[in-house]
C-alpha cells in the first residue's frame, strides 16, 4: 500500500505540471489584455512576449512525441533542446532530437521543420548532381520520401529525409554493427504524423 502512494506521489506532479503552465498562460493572457485595455502597450507586449516562450515549451513537449521509442535493447538519452534555440537565432524553425544507445552503437535522430536552414537540404535532394559532387553520399528513398544516404569515415553513416520541402528527419548512426538499424528507427515514425503536425 505503502509503495502504491509513494508511486502516485512521484507521478502526480508529472500529470499537472502542463495543466499548471496552461494555467499560468492563461493568467499572462488576461494580464496582457488588461494592459492591452489599458493602452499599456508595453506592457502587453511583454506579457506576450513571456506567453509565447511558454507555448513554445508545450510545443516541444509536444513534438518530442513524434521520435520513435527506443528499439528492443536500446536506451534513449535526454532530449536536447539546443538545437530550438540555434534554430531560432538563424530564422525561426521547430526542431527536435533525441540519442539512442545500445552498448557502443549510436543513433542520433534529429527532426527539423520550416527552417530556412533546409533550403540547401532541399537542393541536394532536388539536384541528383549536387548530390553526386559527394563521392560519399548517394540518392536515398524512404518508401516514397526521397533522401540522401551519406557516410562519414569508417563509422559514421547518415540518413537525410525531406517531405515536401519542409520537413527534414535525419538518422545518423555511428559505431553500427549493422546499418539496417537505421531503417528499424525510420519504420518506428509515423511518417505522416510527423508532416501532419509540423507543416
Same mark, same amino acid.
Given at each position: 500500500?505503502?509503495?502504491?502512494?509513494?508511486?502516485?506521489?512521484?507521478?502526480?506532479?508529472?500529470?499537472?505540471?502542463?495543466?499548471?503552465?496552461?494555467?499560468?498562460?492563461?493568467?499572462?493572457?488576461?494580464?496582457?489584455?488588461?494592459?492591452?485595455?489599458?493602452?499599456?502597450?508595453?506592457?502587453?507586449?511583454?506579457?506576450?512576449?513571456?506567453?509565447?516562450?511558454?507555448?513554445?515549451?508545450?510545443?516541444?513537449?509536444?513534438?518530442?512525441?513524434?521520435?520513435?521509442?527506443?528499439? /528492443? *535493447?536500446?536506451?534513449? =538519452? #535526454?532530449? &536536447?533542446?539546443?538545437?530550438?534555440?540555434? %534554430?531560432?537565432?538563424? +530564422?525561426?524553425?521547430?526542431?527536435?532530437?533525441?540519442?539512442?544507445?545500445?552498448?557502443?552503437?549510436?543513433?542520433?535522430?534529429?527532426?527539423?521543420?520550416?527552417?530556412?536552414?533546409?533550403?540547401?537540404?532541399?537542393?541536394?535532394?532536388?539536384?541528383?548532381?549536387?548530390?553526386?559532387?559527394?563521392?560519399?553520399?548517394?540518392?536515398?528513398?524512404?518508401?516514397?520520401? /526521397? *533522401?540522401?544516404?551519406? =557516410? #562519414?569515415? &569508417?563509422?559514421?553513416?547518415?540518413?537525410? %529525409?525531406?517531405?515536401? +520541402?519542409?520537413?527534414?528527419?535525419?538518422?545518423?548512426?555511428?559505431?553500427?554493427?549493422?546499418?539496417?538499424?537505421?531503417?528499424?528507427?525510420?519504420?518506428?515514425?509515423?511518417?505522416?504524423?510527423?508532416?501532419?503536425?509540423?507543416?
Amino acid at each position: 500500500m505503502k509503495k502504491i502512494i509513494m508511486t502516485g506521489f512521484l507521478i502526480f506532479p508529472l500529470l499537472i505540471s502542463p495543466l499548471v503552465l496552461a494555467d499560468e498562460i492563461t493568467d499572462q493572457i488576461d494580464t496582457g489584455l488588461k494592459a492591452y485595455k489599458d493602452k499599456d502597450y508595453k506592457g502587453a507586449i511583454e506579457e506576450f512576449k513571456f506567453i509565447t516562450v511558454q507555448l513554445q515549451k508545450l510545443e516541444q513537449q509536444e513534438n518530442t512525441k513524434l521520435l520513435p521509442e527506443p528499439l /528492443k *535493447g536500446w536506451l534513449v =538519452k #535526454k532530449n &536536447k533542446e539546443n538545437n530550438q534555440v540555434a %534554430l531560432n537565432i538563424l +530564422g525561426g524553425g521547430t526542431s527536435v532530437s533525441a540519442e539512442y544507445q545500445n552498448k557502443r552503437e549510436r543513433v542520433k535522430i534529429e527532426i527539423v521543420a520550416n527552417s530556412p536552414m533546409l533550403a540547401m537540404v532541399n537542393m541536394m535532394i532536388s539536384n541528383p548532381m549536387i548530390a553526386a559532387s559527394n563521392a560519399n553520399a548517394e540518392p536515398y528513398r524512404y518508401k516514397r520520401i /526521397k *533522401g540522401i544516404k551519406e =557516410k #562519414k569515415g &569508417k563509422n559514421t553513416v547518415e540518413i537525410t %529525409l525531406l517531405m515536401a +520541402g519542409q520537413v527534414m528527419v535525419k538518422v545518423t548512426g555511428r559505431y553500427l554493427q549493422d546499418e539496417a538499424v537505421l531503417k528499424q528507427y525510420l519504420d518506428a515514425m509515423d511518417m505522416k504524423k510527423i508532416k501532419a503536425a509540423l507543416l
